[in-house]
């Protein structure tokens, strides 16, 4: 990171101060990412952007309990996590199927050739169909990692869990994406 740009650490402090014109750069920076995790959780587009704004009402809410010289990124994505978990278990209560497999993983940066976007776009959707396969524990940490580029530490304080279980969740989801895989290729064909 530049000198003359400013960490997350450091623009929660100014927001803490009084600043409340830098939570717009936290919002900036977060926006994407938490849209990105959500639709991971949610199908529905406009539930993913009431809900990543109900992520930056509460965390605006609350940053005057974030500890500054802590990272920042895994306070912010524990108070999504703990969101949409939450709007999960409400929608299961009324019977709402509420994981559609298109939205578990994001659509793929499109490549430079046909070739090559049709290749992508068959593997992205069997990958899709695979990982949403997984149990949920093992999903999101494969996501979290993946797809959010969180390190295993702060895969752990999202989660509330140790970062050796982190480990452990990684390599059981690995393993059994690959025996899901395994299954499929070895099916018999009819």
């Known amino acids: 990171m530049p000198d003359n740009v400013e960490s997350d650490e450091e623009i929660a402090s100014k927001v803490q101060s009084g600043d409340v014109e830098a939570f717009g750069e936290i919002i900036n920076r977060y926006q994407d990412k938490l849209r990105r995790y959500a639709r991971h959780f949610l199908s529905a587009e406009h539930e993913v952007e009431d809900l990543v704004q109900d992520v930056f009402s509460k965390a605006y809410i609350n940053l005057r309990s974030f500890d500054s010289d802590r990272r920042f990124s895994p306070w912010i994505y524990r108070i999504a996590h703990n969101t949409f978990v939450n709007e999960i278990r409400r929608k299961s209560r009324y019977g709402f199927n509420f994981i559609d497999a298109d939205t578990i993983l994001p659509i ?83």
């Open 108 to 190: 793929l940066a499109a490549p430079e050739t046909s070739d090559a976007d049709a290749i992508n776009s068959e593997l992205d959707a069997e990958l899709k169909i695979h990982l949403a396969a997984l149990p949920p524990k093992y999903r999101e940490v494969l996501v979290l990692f993946y797809f959010e580029s969180l390190s295993y530490q702060e895969i752990a304080a999202v989660l509330k869990i140790p970062q050796s279980t982190v480990g452990v969740r990684m390599n059981r989801g690995r393993t059994k994406l690959r025996e899901i895989y395994d299954q499929e290729i070895n099916k018999p064909t009819s």
